[in-house]
């Protein structure tokens, strides 16, 4: 599996931004999809996650009610819509997949995802 993902950028604080993760390689219908974002000096951390089949998502608090994770099978790419950023949210953002999740868990702990997409910087200005 390979996974590119793209869309990073600068953006002002309040706005928006949307990152594509295209997944090349066979994946599975319990298979996880999931974003991640490392900031300078702090460890890598969960934003948010879907499954590669179905509609269970799954988010951080920290971006609860402003990112959107959706999917497109048909073009094997999973986005990450971000609406109102902060500052805090400037990071390196990684897309990254679980072929074989837990049965019923979508985990949110980078041990647990086998690939990684190569990380696409966001930053936010004041």
């Known amino acids: 599996v390979q996974l590119q993902a793209s869309g990073g950028g600068l953006v002002q604080a309040g706005g928006s931004l949307r990152l594509s993760c295209a997944a090349s390689g066979r994946m599975f219908s319990s298979s996880v999809m999931g974003w991640f974002r490392q900031a300078p000096g702090k460890e890598r951390e969960f934003v948010a996650a879907?499954?590669?089949?179905?509609?269970?998502?799954y988010y951080a608090d920290s971006v609860k009610g402003r990112f959107t994770i959706s999917r497109d099978n048909a073009k094997r790419t999973v986005y990450l819509q971000m609406n109102g950023l902060k500052l805090e949210d400037t990071a390196v953002y990684y897309c990254?997949?679980?072929?074989?999740?837990?049965?019923?868990?979508?985990?949110?702990?980078?041990?647990?995802?086998?690939?990684w997409g190569q990380g696409t910087q966001v930053t936010v200005s004041s």
């Open positions: 879907i499954r590669w089949i179905g509609s269970r998502t």
């Open positions: 990254a997949a679980d072929l074989h999740p837990v049965v019923g868990v979508i985990s949110k702990r980078a041990d647990e995802y086998d690939y």
